[in-house]
């Protein structure tokens, strides 16, 4: 965790205390520890620490008055934002390319501040000018503001994937396509191992019978129905338990169908 | 907006308006429009759609008293949540390579449903045997439970940034997933979609009865029976073409098994 240990999350006067312990809340969920608020408004940032469940990190958290001092420390500022209303005066970045810059300053040894704004009207321009870049969540122009928990929530998924996927839980590297053992549940993978040929064609055999003994169509049709039935059984691609129990479902109707005499 | 509109976000039995809000805000957010709750408690619901600036699309939602009903006409059946209570029963995947697929079912013509449990919870065993997949957030072990409205943020933007850059506002292309030729539609694919939840659901409701007909199992297994064949017609993912053809065999078996006493 040395990495993540060099990001530190900062909220500017954060006001209501709800969106305060969302934000505490994901940085919990992706392992983020360093938690910096700037100018709270005193009641609702008390409120929010002495919540119940409230999360370690929120009561450990620090207070700035200022932006200024909650950065000091920082080698790599980057605030947060939409851009819908002002031309900002700094390096704008969408959050899809975000995480190789964090990746290398973290690498050589800096330390990364994210900025959030507060709920209403976000960073000032002010504010910005101890950014080194802001960085936009790319969203629908038309609503493009977003929740201050949902928004942390965003930008800290991006960067505990993409800048540290050896310490988050459930990634496997991202593949354009991602091959099926990549999805496949880890344990117990036997099971989901894929019949052979061989077991495929007894399957298709007995289905074949209780086809016939079914009367489900005309004799000519039974060589392109085996065809057919051949390459559908390869594409589902059923495992070997699958098999077994379609193969034992099969055999038991087959069994039932001789027993009655053909009526059709 | 062809693509993002075939995909539904299916809140199931969620509680607090104030989670439903978030959820239909990060929606609006990113561009998604058709939102699906099932079986909400009413005065909740009621309370979360009235609220002053609800976004239009959760005035417009649906209402569904099943997830069976909420799901059936979708093709990628996708649950969300944490393995960490129990062995899942069905694939997992990273949300981290979740985009692929849902691209892939989008450009053969599917429908894709995106489906999260209520807050306290997460999906049931029953539940997730309606999915094809469960897509689990990479989160901390220590702190893996995600607050709702933030888990569907974190979902809405992974999927709008990496299927659909070209709708989202400030994304460019990274090379990682730039579009790849391999995902383009292959000529008489729309043949080759998969069956729809709802159709898988009426197959499996003839396969139970020529179970039943031909004796399978005993009537205590009945209920067991069911969920693991839900489970495994979503596994094998036949496509419309298959699903009509073995429910016509299983209809000609049925009815050749109802013409003949039972002799077992």
Known sequence: ??????ITVVLVRPRNPINIGAAARA????????????????????????????????RNAKESATLADAVAGCTLVVGTGTIARRKPEQKVLSLL?????VKQELDRGGRVALVFGPEKHGLTREDLSWCNLLVEIPTDPRQP??????????????????????????SAPTAAHAPDPAYAPEKG?????????????????????????????PSSMQAANR??????????????????????????????????????
């Not at 040929?197 to 009367?215: K, N, P, Q, T």
Request: hydrophobic share 50%; with cysteine; proline share 6%.
């Open 1 to 6: 965790m040395l990495n993540l240990a060099r």
């Open 27 to 58: 940085m919990a969920n992706f392992g983020f520890r360093n938690l910096t608020v700037v100018a709270p408004y005193a009641p609702h940032w008390r409120e929010a620490r002495s919540a119940v469940g409230a999360p370690e990190l929120l």
């Open 97 to 101: 390319n975000l995480a190789p810059l």
């Open 189 to 217: 993978t036997e099971r989901m191992s894929a019949a052979p040929s061989g077991g495929l064609d007894r399957l298709a055999g007995v289905i074949e019978e209780a086809m016939f003994a079914a009367g489900y169509s």
């Open 227 to 264: 065809h057919d039935l051949r390459l559908l059984l390869r594409r589902l691609a059923p495992t070997e338990r699958d098999t077994r129990r379609i193969l034992g479902l099969f055999r038991r109707i087959l069994w039932r169908l001789m027993q009655s005499p053909k009526r059709n």
């Open 145 to 170: 503001s977003m929740n201050l928990g949902q928004a942390v929530a965003v930008c800290l998924y991006e960067l505990a994937a993409r800048v540290f996927p050896a310490e988050s839980a459930a």
